[in-house]
Nanobody, 117 residues
């Protein structure tokens, strides 16, 4: 059974830092592309960052230079390091794993990040 579980959300002051973690199981993690997405109240879910099996990364313009996605295949975990956070970063952050070779998407339950204005 494939599982994706996020952790690390919370309340952080503007300008501060937070690290989110996403632990996956039930699949060969190192083969899979991983991504972080977020959904703010009243808005559609949007891509934050992705990382491929080979380590290639992609970021939304809104987080470039502030957020860093990384993966530890030995721990089956992907991270999102969030620096210089802003109130507009407030959202529920979701982790997604796309399995290879079948291309199925598995989502976590989400973790809330709140940056007070």
């Amino acid at each position: 059974q494939v599982q994706v579980v996020e952790s690390g959300g919370g309340l952080v002051q503007a300008g501060g830092s937070l690290r989110l973690s996403c632990a996956a199981s039930g699949s060969i993690f190192s083969r899979n592309a991983m991504g972080w997405y977020r959904q703010a109240p009243g808005k559609q879910r949007e891509l934050v960052a992705t990382i491929g099996s080979g380590g290639r990364t992609n970021y939304a313009d809104s987080v470039k230079g502030r957020f860093t996605i990384s993966r530890d295949n030995a721990k089956n975990t992907v991270y999102l390091e969030m620096n210089s956070v802003k109130p507009e970063d407030t959202a529920v952050y979701y982790c997604k794993m796309r399995t290879t070779p079948d291309g199925y998407d598995y989502w976590g339950q989400g973790t809330q990040v709140t940056v007070p204005s």
